[in-house]
């Protein structure tokens, strides 16, 4: 087992789980881990073959953007269809398998925030914090469609809270890695808080349990 700490931090859609897990790790000087990106890719590529595609994806991640085979992808897999597709290949036990040791692979010193669905029940079972990021449905379609307008992509406020809805109910029910919260796991509902008051929240937990070292 490996000594370098991990902080996981799960939670259904669109509940801010990436950017507060990027400006932890960027806090703590620690790597950061957007798994969600990974299944996001093996959706775009869009083969016949989900779980090859999940093992043999050529994918760099440099300094925010997400390299596909030499090209960014950072905007085409974060659309809406894109994030749909996604939980359908997620549902497949071969390429959440073959997606496990690229996850742990970024587990390097001096340590790893990590944002998904299953950081603290599966990939990452000995995390030293695990926090399961929830916000009501309405406030998460609305911070989504305010990240989207500000990118001057259409969005429509009804139809993303469905999809949301949606997405979360097909995360929760599947057999394999279903969205819950990891034993241990801290419950952080971010419906009236700031991302800066989630940030230090997740910060002082983790400083807490690791005897103020970090
Ligand atoms: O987090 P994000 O919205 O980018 O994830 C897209 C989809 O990928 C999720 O709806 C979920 O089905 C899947 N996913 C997963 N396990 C993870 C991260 C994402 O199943 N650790």
Redesign the pocket.
Known sequence: MSSVPVIAI?G???SG??TVASLVAAALGFHYL???????LV?YVGGTDPARDAAELDVAFLHGKIILSGRDVTDP??TEA???R??????ISEV?AA?LER?RAFRRAPGLV??????GT??FPDASLKVFLTASVGVRAQRRHKQLIDKGIHANLAALSRDLEE??A??AA?AV?P?RPAEGAVLLDSTALTIDEVVDKVLMLFRKRNGGTA
């Open positions: 799960d259904p859609s669109a789980k990436g957007e798994s969600g990106a990974l299944y996001r959706a897999i974060h894109v994030g749909n996604a939980s359908e290949v997620a549902k959440r997606l996850q990590a944002d998904g669905r299953d950081m599966v990939v997405r979360d097909r995360d599947r890695a969205l």
